[in-house]
């Protein structure tokens, strides 16, 4: 079993991820989590790997981690395009 701890001050305990919901990630990688289970009592929070992201090393590394944190869309509606 493997822990994810959240990047948000808000979740203030692990997210147990079994081998099975890894999808690839390592240790040390930056991942997206979605909730598989929520915590009670007696066990903590499990859930599955989404998405691995990637080191940042370029600012649009960055951008990626930025735009998964806070859920932001990648497109935005024609209306709001710069002409």
Do not use: C, W
């Amino acid at each position: 079993m493997f822990y994810v701890k959240p990047k948000s001050r808000k979740i203030t305990v692990g997210i147990l991820v079994s081998p099975a919901n890894r999808s690839g990630a390592k240790d040390g990688d930056s991942v997206v989590v979605e909730l598989t289970s929520y915590p009670s009592a007696i066990k903590p929070p499990e859930g599955k790997v989404l998405k691995i992201l990637p080191d940042i090393i370029e600012p649009v590394h960055e951008i990626d981690t930025i735009i998964e944190e806070y859920s932001l869309p990648l497109k935005f509606p024609r209306q709001y395009s710069l002409k």
